[in-house]
């Protein structure tokens, strides 16, 4: 296929460096997920221990202070933690059968992603009256979670986000349906990631009497969760009202007691997450989506912040429809992260010339559970282990013929960048970068397209433009995933999430014309 590169602002928008970070897997998992190379995995856990637990009690401090805030109403829990103020909690809310959905009436949902210089955004509306939040949406991680409160939510080391109109946070004392989740909840055990159920109970301070009986309705203790990356969310399970899409975007549907975490503070998080993974806490399976399947398709770059256009998400049947054309790879199931989207990778072909073999740890698992490739939207760039990423690099430049951007390469990361010619206000016709195309098991293949492997990092000048290759090599691909499918990989490419299944789909796509033709851009 002809690759035609317009030398020009219009042709790709200009990665800066403003728009280079990455984020890491979203998942509680492994230290392999590190991505900034100045930044070591002992320099992150020794910044998590010191600030957990100043986390922890800020967490506490400011749901006390929510709870004073909040007016008192019946049908909400009020948030106090002290055991002075355990007397006057009420007991769990009960929704009357009169105004409950059961989860199985959304039949299908298609919500607008918004793109952003570092994922995908959907917005979420919970409460009454309703409160809109945007949130990454996240394959990775099965939580999600808001930031909560205007004023008093803190993010500790997010100086890149102050004044960030993206920070939208959620009030539970503005919301008449909010109350907390119960420690006898599943969702608490499960965000507590407890092996025994009595846990999460006796930490919330039960009697053995009510823990025996299973009868406790003491609040949710306070979790914390922590991704990858080095990232700490800590905060409370709360449930609310949620508002999506059906069929058409103009109309709604409501789910109650939809459960969330409501965040006080966080570490390196400022915005909240809504995880898409298999665990019961996601977005899709409270939804009942699980057992049906879900599909992206992902806005190029070059549309980042463009408000009248949206990435288009389709939850459902609807997104299982007309696609017997399409590429399927199946579902690896790791014994070590069970709710997450892995792949296997045979092997990676650059132009004409096949890549080193391709280790076998990307497409099986270990016997502790490690290896696959993960399918993660909450990464940004594509990560491969070592050795394998080093000889990617070495076949690419034996090919390309390119002046190398050395100085591009040290301010951005980058291992490869290139200075490409071309030509103002003028077409050049070929393909002057090689092709990179991902074969997966089941004879299922991904080219990737010219602007997702190597992308301008500004705007053009002497008649050349600077590419880098947006790869990045695993830090410690031993453990956790061998490799991970980031989101930038992922764009102009339809990925179906075909859970009943257990596969998954690749199709190249222009998604601007299909968020066109679905109803996802503004006219």
């Known amino acids: ?22 984020r890491s897997p979203h998942k ?22 010191t600030f957990l637990f100043f986390l922890l009690v800020n967490s506490l401090l400011f749901y006390s202070i929510q709870s004073l805030a909040r007016p008192r109403n019946p049908n909400s829990l009020i948030l106090g933690l002290t055991p002075a103020s355990r007397a006057s909690l009420p007991t769990h809310p009960k929704a009357s059968t009169s105004s409950r959905k059961k989860l199985t009436d959304v039949l299908d949902m298609m919500e607008p992603l918004r793109e952003v210089r570092d994922g995908y955004l959907i917005s979420l509306s919970i409460g009454t009256p309703p409160q809109v939040i945007q949130v990454y949406m996240d394959t990775g991680s099965d939580l999600t979670w808001a930031p909560c409160g205007n004023l008093s939510f803190d993010c500790i080391e997010c100086d890149d986000y102050r004044n960030n109109r993206m920070m939208t946070s959620f009030s539970p004392s503005h919301s008449s349906s909010s ?24 930490m919330a301070g039960c009697s053995l009497s009510t823990l025996v009986k299973a009868t406790c309705s003491w609040p949710c203790p306070p979790f914390a969760y922590t991704y990858g990356a080095g990232g700490v969310v800590t905060g409370i399970l709360t449930r609310d009202t949620l508002r999506v899409h059906g069929r058409n975007l103009g109309v709604t549907q409501e789910i109650p007691r939809f459960c969330f975490g409501c965040a006080g503070s966080t570490y390196r998080e400022p ?12 977005l899709p399976s409270q939804l009942g989506f699980l ?14 912040n ?5 990435s288009p998400l389709i939850i459902g049947d609807i997104a299982l429809t007309s696609k017997d054309d399409m590429q399927f790879t199946p579902m690896l199931k790791s014994p070590m992260y069970p709710n997450y989207y892995y792949v296997g990778l045979e092997a990676i072909t650059v132009g004409n010339v096949s890549a080193t073999e391709v280790p076998s740890s990307l497409r099986e698992f270990d016997s502790l559970g490690n290896g696959g490739m993960l399918v993660d939207s909450g990464t940004t760039y594509t990560h491969l282990p070592e050795p394998f990423y080093s000889q990617v690099l070495s076949v690419l430049r034996s090919i390309i013929n390119y002046p190398r951007a050395t100085y591009m390469e040290m301010r951005t990361g980058f291992d490869l960048c290139y200075k490409v010619p071309c ?37 053009p000048s002497n008649s050349t433009v600077v590419k880098c290759l947006l790869f990045q090599s695993m830090d410690d691909g ?38 066109s033709f679905q109803g996802f851009n503004k006219t």
């Open 306 to 310: 463009n408000p009248n256009i949206s």
């Open 179 to 202: 109350h907390r989740d119960s420690c006898a909840s599943p969702f608490c055990i499960d965000v507590h990631s407890s092996d025994n159920p009595l846990d999460a109970c006796a």
């Open 28 to 49: 509680p998992i492994a230290p392999s997920q590190n991505t900034t190379k100045e930044v070591t995995m002992a320099t992150m856990l020794n910044n998590i221990t």
């Open 1 to 22: 296929m002809q690759h035609l590169l317009v030398c020009s602002r219009a042709e790709e928008k200009p990665l800066t460096l403003l728009g280079l970070i990455n």
């Open 478 to 515: 031993d453990y956790g995933p061998a490799g991970v499918l980031g989101s930038f990989q992922q764009q102009d490419v339809e990925v179906v999430y075909d859970m009943e299944k257990e596969r998954i789909g690749f199709r190249p796509m222009d998604c601007a014309s299909a968020a």
């Open 291 to 304: 057992r049906k399947g879900f599909s992206h398709c992902f806005l190029a770059f070059k549309y980042a």
């Open 271 to 282: 915005i909240g997450i809504a995880g898409f993974g298999r665990g019961a806490l996601s």
């Open 423 to 459: 030509q103002n206000n003028s077409i050049l016709t070929g393909d002057l970068l090689p092709s990179i195309t991902f074969h997966f098991l089941n004879n299922a293949s991904l080219v990737l397209s010219q602007g997702n492997h190597f992308y301008a990092m500004s705007a």
